[in-house]
């Protein structure tokens, strides 16, 4: 979700939109980003798993970066995609979240838990609980956060959010082969290494891949230390 200045790397990489020529037409840019934007959240809720195709910021234009941070709150229901996902948005369509068909059983009661996220979030109110990073050839392609939130209404919802990368491998083939690796089974241990993130201790666990092409992958996934 984009909330402030110091989450403008979790924004949407690799995404160019030509120079919109009115208020209407930045509007339909915006919406056509929707085409491309594919994967990234989870959201579980009470077990149950939400996949999001993105929760995530796009940046149009330099005045955009003005309004992260300030604009705190509505979220709206646009329809659906031509997959049958459904697309929600912030009142500048600076924010956009899709969820599949099946994820989704109310419309209204998913928007305002949107909202409410948004909210605790401006506020500070959630809890760091699992950090993925994906390396490969030695950069960083993708870096996850798992975070808690709990709803008024006591519900727990656990998000994954983007957290950086460079997304380089996102629609190709060598992306589905690595997914499809990653699900036949754990990959070579390479053992375990520490980190702090957002002040507190992480134990990770790293596991090592290679793609048909060579590519090295490392999979790291990183647990609080205090929780273990």
């Given amino acids: 979700m984009s909330k402030n200045i110091e989450n403008i790397d979790r924004y949407l990489k690799g995404v160019v939109l030509p120079e919109y020529e009115s208020h209407q037409h930045r509007q339909q840019l915006r919406r056509e980003v929707l085409k491309e934007i594919e994967r990234r ?65 109310d419309v209204e009661q998913t928007r305002q838990d949107l ?38 209404d006591g519900r727990i919802i656990d998000m994954r959010e983007g957290a950086g990368g460079e997304h380089s491998l996102a629609g190709t083939t060598l992306w589905e082969e690595w ?10 241990d390479l053992g375990k290494y520490e980190e702090t993130v957002e002040g507190r201790a992480f134990s990770f666990k790293r596991e090592r891949y290679f793609l048909s092409d060579g590519t090295e992958v490392v999979w790291s996934v990183g647990l609080p230390k205090d929780d273990q």
Avoid at 86 to 103: A, K
């Fill in 41 to 105: 959240q989870t959201m579980s809720v009470k077990g149950r798993s939400w996949k999001y195709a993105a929760v995530i910021a796009v940046v149009i234009s330099a005045g955009a970066l003005a309004v992260v941070g300030v604009n705190i709150g509505r979220y709206y229901y646009f329809g659906k995609n031509d997959d049958g996902a459904h697309i929600f948005h912030s009142e500048d369509w600076e924010t956009v979240v899709t969820l599949d068909d099946n994820e989704v059983t």
């Fill in 115 to 152: 909202e409410e996220i948004e909210l605790l979030y401006q506020q500070g109110k959630r809890e760091l609980l699992q950090v993925e990073k994906m390396m490969t050839d030695g950069t960083l392609e993708i870096r996850t956060h798992v975070y808690k939130y709990k709803l008024s």
């Fill in 179 to 188: 997914r499809q690796l990653k699900k036949a089974g754990p990959g070579e």
